[in-house]
C-alpha cells in the first residue's frame, strides 16, 4: 500500500508505536499506521534551502514527542489526541477511533 508520494526522494524515516514519520523536499510527514490515518505534516522551514548538505534528521524522545532537526534549526512536535485533555499519550489511545496531531511546542 502506497501512503504517499510524487513530493521526491525520502531523506529520513523513523517508526514508533503506531505512528511512521518520514521527511522529504517539503518537510515532515506523520502517519498513523493503526488507524490509516494521516496525523501532521511539519513544512521544512524556510531558511532551510531544499539542496541542503545537512538533510532533515528525525529521532523519538518518548511515544508522543518527535524530535526534527534542519541544520541548526530544531523543533520538538509532540502528538496529541484531538479534543483530548492532553493527560494522556496521544499513542497510548490511538487505537484507531482517535484523530490524533502534531504540534510543534519548541522551536
Do not use: M
Request: with cysteine; aromatic share 8%; glycine share 8%.
Amino acid at each position: 500500500t502506497v501512503i504517499h508520494e510524487g513530493e521526491g526522494p525520502i531523506t529520513r524515516i523513523v517508526w514508533r508505536t503506531p505512528l511512521v514519520c518520514w521527511s522529504n523536499d517539503t518537510g515532515v510527514k506523520l502517519f498513523n499506521i493503526a488507524s490509516g490515518q494521516r496525523v501532521s505534516f511539519i513544512p521544512r522551514p524556510a531558511p532551510c534551502p531544499v539542496a541542503s548538505p545537512s538533510p532533515c534528521q528525525l529521532s523519538w524522545a518518548a511515544d508522543d514527542h518527535l524530535l526534527l532537526a534542519w541544520g541548526t534549526v530544531v523543533k520538538v512536535a509532540v502528538i496529541r489526541v484531538q479534543g483530548g485533555d492532553g493527560s494522556t499519550p496521544a499513542v497510548h489511545v490511538s487505537n484507531g477511533n482517535k484523530t490524533l496531531f502534531a504540534e510543534v511546542k519548541y522551536q
